[in-house]
T-cell receptor, first 113, second 112 residues
Framework: SQQGEEDPQALSIQEGENATMNCSYK?????LQWYRQNSGRGLVHLIL?????REKHSGRLRVTLDTSKKSSSLLITASRAADTASYFC?????????????FGAGTQVVVTP | DAGVTQSPTHLIKTRGQQVTLRCSPK?????VSWYQQALGQGPQFIFQ???????QRGNFPDRFSGHQFPNYSSELNVNALLLGDSALYLC???????????FGPGTRLLVL
């Protein structure tokens, strides 16, 4: 079974709009990471947020983490056509499971010009 | 600096055959992980190698095995292929102790 679940499954927006997607997970984590995947190829790491952090920014990306609700959100501001991709959250569990990323099924984002 | 590379990019096999996929990690990375991604799904962790030993394993049968070489490159072997093994196989590398994993472009395997 997958640890993380993204919501929505798919998102269609216009260039310049913001895109928000959410991730829920089931067990305690060491960190949560967001990845992007273009056209079924390799994953690109976007941002990592640790369990003791609540918010993190990187360029047009903003990630929040609420460990009490076991959820995270990824906001992409001022979206561009090049942001069209699938976005996955992945959790890294504490201690002896370090490095064993558990992914959700992803959110497919389409940005139209 | 070359990123993670994988070979081949595509592969077609028939049921019952065996396959070997290869991965070269980023320079300076000593830990390699393998993931299986079925169509429309997120990647599933297969196993991780460090210092030529399998360090962690996901919920995959023994038909899936691996190897890491002294230069940190790695192979994934799958025996007795099933139709359900058709997927994108991703390799990721990281220096031990670091949390971010760097993924290769993947090998797309089709089992007929």
């Amino acid at each position: 079974s997958q640890q993380g679940e993204e919501d929505p499954q798919a998102l269609s927006i216009q260039e310049g709009e913001n895109a928000t997607m959410n991730c829920s997970y089931k067990t305690s984590i060491n960190n949560l990471q967001w990845y992007r995947q273009n056209s079924g190829r390799g994953l690109v790491h976007l941002i990592l947020i640790r369990s003791n952090e609540r918010e993190k920014h990187s360029g047009r990306l903003r990630v929040t983490l609420d460990t009490s609700k076991k959820s995270s959100s990824l906001l992409i501001t001022a979206s561009r056509a090049a942001d069209t991709a699938s976005y996955f959250c992945a959790t890294d569990l504490p201690t002896d499971s370090w490095g064993k990323l558990q992914f959700g099924a992803g959110t497919q984002v389409v940005v139209t010009p | 600096d070359a990123g993670v590379t994988q070979s081949p990019t595509h592969l077609i096999k028939t049921r019952g055959q065996q396959v070997t996929l290869r991965c070269s990690p980023k320079s300076g990375h000593d830990t390699v992980s393998w993931y299986q991604q079925a169509l429309g799904q997120g990647p599933q962790f297969i196993f991780q190698y460090y210092e030529e030993e399998e360090r962690q394993r996901g919920n995959f049968p023994d038909r899936f095995s691996g190897h890491q070489f002294p230069n940190y490159s790695s192979e994934l072997n799958v025996n007795a292929l099933l139709l359900g093994d058709s997927a994108l196989y991703l390799c990721a590398s990281t220096p031990l102790g670091e949390e971010t994993q760097y993924f290769g472009p993947g090998t797309r395997l089709l089992v007929l």
